[in-house]
């Protein structure tokens, strides 16, 4: 049990790791492998199954953000959110519409909406980052925060279950034998 509760433990922050890998990748990638990149960045998400219940939490939380987000790739329209999970339910939106786009330089464009008056792509792709990037990673930083400390937290209460019992008249207390209570069992265990 101990083990696979470290490797569940492990596999969050595996996950961490490799999401900031992949941003750092984004942030300091050129407008040339930019789009490259960021499609690379999107098949590490789909494939994670903890960040795709992230996101399908984040969804449901911010139904409207899909067709806010087609405003701002289609035609160019900014977006001002209202709190952080409005930002990261857009961001969400506008890499998925960008990464599903044939458009190598979409993210520039969308990028210029947020960077007025530069004209370097680099400098647009940062426009992007900034704006989409950045609040995507801050939010699923957030998540795993929480899946981390739920997991730790759970672990806890789990050990406090277990009750260890000595047979009467046991005369080497050691060897002590230890119950566990269905009822005590996690449900995802039985």
Not at 11 to 22: A, F, I, P, S
Not at 39 to 60: G, T
Not at 104 to 110: G, K, Q
Not at 141 to 154: A, F, R, T, W
Request: a negative charge.
């Amino acid at each position: 049990m101990q083990n696979e509760e470290q490797e569940g433990e492990m596999n969050v922050q595996d996950l961490r790791q490799k999401l900031q890998e992949y941003v750092y990748r984004l942030e300091s990638s050129g407008f040339v492998t930019f789009h490259s990149l960021l499609k690379q960045f999107w098949d590490f998400l789909s494939s994670s199954p903890i960040l795709m219940s992230i996101f399908e939490d984040l969804v449901r939380q911010c139904p409207s953000a899909e067709e806010t987000a087609e405003k701002i790739v289609r035609d160019k329209e900014g977006f001002n959110g209202e709190n952080d999970l409005e930002w990261a339910a857009m961001a969400y939106f506008v890499i998925k519409k960008c990464v599903e786009s044939d458009e190598d330089r979409l993210e520039a464009h969308i990028g210029i909406l947020y960077r007025p008056g530069e004209k370097k792509y680099d400098e647009l792709h940062g426009g992007f980052n900034q704006v989409f990037l950045e609040s995507l990673h801050r939010y699923l930083n957030e998540k795993l925060d929480q899946l981390g400390e739920e997991s730790y937290s759970s672990k806890t209460k789990v050990k406090n279950r277990f009750k260890i019992y000595s047979p009467v008249g046991n005369p080497n207390p050691l060897k002590a034998t230890m119950f566990l209570r269905i009822s005590e069992v996690p449900a995802w265990r039985l």
